[in-house]
């Protein structure tokens, strides 16, 4: 079954690769033709609209009238003029002018002059019927030599009163054009299309009417655009197709899927041979080698059912000196370290419930505190001290959000409360001086949050950030992504010092940020963590990232 599947995926690996570098190939080959098409095709272009400008030719359009000597040496200079250029131009194979009342042709001349009238009889004359030049597709002509097959240009010609008097056409040998196509590749199947997707010329075997019909199958049911380039597969065949900003021609080339997979098939072919000798080769072995592996298993496996945090296990059999010595080595390796882990969680348990312990102590026993408070304030309102008991109300409420029935997390309603109360504490003695802006979506104060994250960050930025300064701002936002949410906390305070993450001698701001930070660290991991670093204008930019809980846990602290 492995074998299958590595076959398969070699083999569409490869088809893929194939693939890609074939189209890749024939876009670049393709573009490369394009650009010379472009230019001997627009040359033509160019040659038919100076035909249509000859004084000559528009002489004699405008003396339909006159005397049959007049008419005859006009018509001589013209066809002296168009056979000219013919002969100039080795891919023109004839000139062919429809025009009223033409003059005699020469049967053995490059230049032709035909009753205008007769242009109806001509199978392609519905295409130039409502433009004034277009190109026609691959089709015969006779000539002195035999049926010729050609690829024509065909051009309106009006007299300079615009009215429609002639129609110039140049034949443009087709065997020159499908060289100019295949390129260096005589086999390709290709198919060179106008912006009006109509075959123009084509090589290889498959005929225009097929190509035709690919087109039209691949614009409607395919919805492939051919203002550009790329490839398809189409049907059993690799369709790819190229025009140039610049171009007025689409060039396809169309591969048969059995050329490009052959390569493949081969290789599937020889990698399956390959992996019937290798699946061979490793029964034989693993009939003779099964015996030396089932000991050892059986005495690791039989360890690792044993094993138990508070037990301690015998040693694992050491003797080995070969691939099993390692693999005993290993796993017992990985038994200590389990143990160590086991560890290293009590360990983190254990300070996170220190951690809870100092959040709650920095509040300075908010039991005796809050009903000190609560008579300090009634004192003030006797004394007629209102700041002061607007000082001691809302520390009344910051102790009862601190004190939270012992809650370790709190919504982040609560907590942006308790920041705001502190703020508020500030204002008074600050005045108008110290401005805030909080702006936090109401479905992330819903949330929990561990209580006393936020105001170390906002205090340490009011005792620090704007020590020394008349004027501050601070401005707490929060957002939600990727199931985290993200809280800033911006001041234009004097920014943070190089060394704020030293310990500190007394118990200021970088204690407390210490404090959150272990606090962080305890609930969610190393993985969430504070970013503290200077605004780009002035001040700091602290940066609290924790994870989105839309209920309070279970267990606190983990």
Known sequence: MVLVIVIGVSYQFSVREMVRSTSFYQQNNLNQLDKQLNIQMTEIENISLAISRNSNLQDYMDKTGADSYTRFTTASRMTFDLSNIAFSMPIIQSIRVYVDDPPGSDVQGPVRFIELGELSREQWHGTVDNSDFSWIGQHVIATNKGDVPVISFARKIYTPGYEYKALVVLDIKAADIVKLIQGEDANSNRVLFDLGLRAVAYTGDIQSQQYMDTVQDLIHNYQVNMNGKGNIRYHDSLVVWSKLFSSDWILMEVTPWSEITKGSVRTAIVLFSIGIIAVIIALVMTLVLAKQFTKPIIILLKSMNNFSLGKKDKPVVNDYQNEFGALFKGYTV?????????????????????????????????????????????????????????????????????????????????????????????????????????????????????????????????????????????????????????????????????????????????????????????????????????????????????????????????
């Open 334 to 558: 990985l038994v200590d370290r389990t143990t160590e882990l086991y560890a290293s969680l009590e360990e983190q348990y254990r300070k996170q419930k220190e951690a809870e312990i100092q959040a709650l102590q920095a509040m300075i026993n908010p039991h005796f505190l809050y009903n000190t408070l609560d008579q300090l304030n009634w004192m003030a309102i006797e004394a007629g001290e209102e700041k002061m008991s607007r000082v001691l109300e809302l520390m009344g409420r910051m102790f009862r959000i601190g004190l939270s029935n012992g809650e370790s997390m709190i919504t982040v309603e609560k907590e942006l409360t308790h920041l705001e109360c502190y703020l508020q504490i500030q204002q008074i003695r600050w005045g108008e001086k110290l401005g805030y802006a909080i702006d936090v979506p109401e479905p992330i104060r819903a949330m929990y949050i561990p209580k006393l994250t936020l105001q170390p960050f906002v205090e340490n930025a009011i005792i620090h950030g704007f020590h020394g300064r008349d004027t501050g701002l601070i401005v707490i936002t929060a957002v939600q992504s990727q199931g985290d949410i993200h809280f800033k906390i911006s001041d234009n305070g004097v920014g943070i010092s190089g060394n704020w993450q030293q310990q500190k001698q007394r118990n200021t701001g970088g204690y407390g940020i210490r404090n959150v930070r272990e606090r962080m660290i305890a609930y969610y991991g190393p993985a969430y963590d504070i970013g503290i670093s200077r605004n780009p204008n002035t001040g700091t930019l602290v940066s609290v990232r924790i994870p989105e809980m839309t209920e309070k846990p279970a267990l606190a602290g983990g």
